[in-house]
């Protein structure tokens, strides 16, 4: 009896301090003076992500709308404290002017550990100097002129498209789940023009590569714990050494990345793609496991970029490359089947321009399609590839127009989501309407109302390859099928419990029909 006494008494003390521990920052906002939305204890604000009740951007748009009339407000991920910005004023000066304050990211759900965590000294999670480093030597790469010679890879894809379509046409129409096709059409794009490879994901429906790209992304309990523990306490990331991405994908893509460099410097093969640009990175790498690098030139000044590190900026691009872009052409395809008049008007626009050009599309034609520019504007719009932006503050910082004082290291979210169906900013929001973005309303539109692909130094890399990529496809499927609802569409549409990016939950079924 007195031992049972002891252990309930022992375990009631463990419960007292793990609830006070759960709430001690809830105080946080309240002592800056700024408005914050009540927490609970444990989950904070994140409750119904937390359980899979919601995904990350609706989650998110409730607690902007909380504060409908403040420019940012206060909330909880679990116990860490997050600002939440909402005025574009506040927003542009964070992205762009005041951007040595917030350089960072600030992600502390990954373990820097390459053994642990192989991937996680790419682009995307650096900060500081090796951030500074990396964009200014991957930039290149993205040019304009460097992404013509990539033109005709991509549209090598688009032709394996088109096969993929024509051999599943019954009566000249089919019931498709877009999402998935595009999917597999983006791994093809990456997988030649990043790093040389046939992934054959449109010709194999049993693809590795397809399936791995796939579990990436995948909502799972795993990724959930993860994330509420680095919202909890990142120290039980450190302690439960719980990896970024499963073992299976991380093995996966470090052989195919790794096998390849080898294989070219072997054979003296250089291409003009993503992967050669990294190899003229790496320094020699001394990790005698995974080092393979014969080459020495040293470009990340005070800092080693190896084997690992080609590696994980490789798969940073494939990972952000595929998923990001098959979403916004299988959103832009679900508008347009839709809005058959916008449909329409966006096939003229394709057919008058393949005339101008010769019956033959090139990269340069591209640049013709102003009214597809606008399309695709509003789809990135209404659906927003990363719903959230996130900054860490790298010293103290005075809020614009406000007497209020930013500790250094406070966390900051910019919702995207919300920001773009803002009726202040987008009358009718939910209504797809391309001719928000005609001159006349992009003149007119406020800075850091519009921000898919982030704003400032720290804007998407992969902007222009992915605009190129949408628009190939697009200017050559508009113009050999047309696309409206089926039985399996699901209007409105809704979306994946527990998932960080915007994820229709059940595909997106269109019916595709060869013109006629």
Request: glycine share 4%.
């Amino acid at each position: 009896m007195f031992f049972n006494l002891n252990t309930i008494s022992l375990v009631g003390i463990v419960i007292a301090l793990f609830w006070y521990f759960s709430r001690s920052t809830f105080n946080y906002w309240k002592k800056l003076k700024i408005p914050y939305k009540k927490p609970v204890a444990f989950f904070g604000n994140a409750y119904d992500f937390a359980l899979f009740k919601a995904s990350f951007h609706d989650n998110l748009h409730s607690i902007y709308n909380h504060f409908p009339d403040d420019p940012f407000g206060g909330f909880f991920e679990m116990r860490s404290p997050v600002l939440l910005l909402k005025d574009p004023t506040i927003v542009t000066h964070v992205l762009i002017k005041d951007f040595k304050s917030f350089v960072n990211r600030g992600f502390t759900f990954t373990v820097p550990d390459k053994e642990l965590n192989p991937f996680s000294g790419h682009l995307f999670l650096s900060d500081g100097d090796r951030w500074r480093a990396l964009r200014s030597k991957m930039s290149p790469v993205f040019t304009s002129g460097k992404l013509k010679y990539m033109y005709e890879q991509i549209f090598q894809c688009v032709g394996v498209l088109n096969q993929f379509v024509e051999r599943n046409l019954k009566n000249d129409s089919c019931d498709v789940d877009v999402k998935e096709l595009f999917e597999r059409f983006t791994i093809d794009v990456i997988g030649t023009c990043a790093f040389g490879l046939e992934c054959n994901s449109l010709k194999d429906s049993n693809a590795e590569f397809q399936a791995m790209g796939v579990k990436i992304f995948k909502p799972t309990f795993a990724n959930a714990i993860r994330v509420l523990f680095s919202a909890f306490s990142p120290k039980l990331i450190v302690f439960f050494k719980i990896a970024d991405v499963k073992k299976e994908i991380t093995e996966f893509f470090l052989n195919v990345i790794l096998s390849s460099v080898t294989y070219r410097r072997k054979n003296n093969v250089e291409r003009n793609d993503f992967l050669q640009l990294l190899m003229e990175l790496q320094n020699t790498s001394s990790d005698p496991k995974y080092s393979v690098g014969v080459r020495n030139s040293s470009v990340l000044k005070g800092e080693e970029f190896d084997e690992i590190d080609v590696a994980a900026n490789a798969f940073l691009f494939f990972a952000a490359g595929f998923e990001t872009t098959a979403s916004t052409l299988s959103f832009c395809l679900y508008e347009l089947a839709i809005n058959q008049d916008i449909q329409e008007k966006l096939r003229q626009e394709v057919e008058t321009v393949k005339t101008q050009c010769g019956g033959k599309l090139t990269a340069e034609c591209l640049k013709d399609f102003n009214y597809m520019d606008m399309v695709l504007a509003e789809t990135l719009r209404k659906y927003p590839p990363l719903p959230v932006l996130h900054r860490e503050s790298v010293e103290d910082y005075v809020i614009p127009d406000t007497k209020i004082r930013l500790p250094a290291r406070t966390k900051i979210q910019i919702p995207v989501y919300s920001i773009h169906h803002d009726w202040k900013y987008y009358p009718n929001p939910e209504k797809f309407d391309p001719e928000r973005f005609n001159a006349e309303n992009k003149l007119s539109r406020m800075n850091g109302t519009y921000i898919p692909f982030g704003d400032g130094p720290r804007y998407c890399i992969g902007k222009r390859f992915a605009y190129m990529e949408m628009k190939a496809a697009l200017a050559d499927i508009m113009t050999k099928y047309e696309f409206s609802p089926c039985n399996k569409t699901q209007i409105p549409l809704s979306y994946k419990h527990g998932s960080i990016l915007m994820s229709p939950k059940n595909g997106i079924w269109l019916n595709i029909s060869k013109i006629k």
